[in-house]
């Protein structure tokens, strides 16, 4: 009995793996992921440091290996492993969260990306963003299994400390200020700022002017 259920769990495994390595594409891994980081990280020097000293780089590899064993249904390694990358990096990313190519998560301390969360490519997100839900503790049992965390499409860029809660869409190029509150869906190229958050301006993924840790021009001279 317990060697059928190690063999089908085995097996379970097996499959999982093949399929999400048949979903990668070979070159791809590595290389690109760090080419992105340095070109959104001015301070970024060299890919060895990024590898060696970036907390979201970290981060996301062990949330690909956590999404593997939530997706082969393995939940308490898959938290464990979570929790894990928690203790090291300051980032809590939810096993089961969708996550697409080039999330760059800088500085990394006190993100939190929800259960159903689901990002595009290219996404930015500064320190102490949240993906989160509007309300988890009040009927929470009505909430499971539903869709109750954002979707951010492809090169949204999160500011410090942004919180993004209920199951709202960013809109493709969007950029959220720092500190600015989301509740409500957000159309693509969108600059959205403030509490509630407003949008102030349209921008571009070319766009450079965005200010991520929420400075004014005049601190800029200091
Ligand atoms: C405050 C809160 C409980 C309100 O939830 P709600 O009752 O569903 O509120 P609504 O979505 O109906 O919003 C009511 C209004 O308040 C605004 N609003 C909602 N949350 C806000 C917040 N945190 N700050 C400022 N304004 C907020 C909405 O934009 C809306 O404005 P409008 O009337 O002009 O359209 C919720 O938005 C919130 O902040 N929850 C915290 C959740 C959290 O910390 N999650 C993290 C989990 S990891």
Redesign the pocket.
Known sequence: MAIKIVVANLKRLLVVAISSFCNQKPNYIMNDFLESIIKRDPAAKSKLSIILTYPGVKAVFFHKIANFFSVAKFDLIARIISQFSRFLTGIEIHPKAKIGNNLFIDHGMGV?I?ETSDIGDNVTIYHMA?L?????SINSDDQRNTKRHPTLMDNVVVGSGA?I??PVTIGKNAKIGANA?V??DVPQNAIMVG??AKNVGESSVDDQTFKPYGITEQSDKN
């Open positions: 939190v929800g949240t989160g839900g509007i309300s988890p919180q809660l209920g509150v509740t409500k509490i509630p």
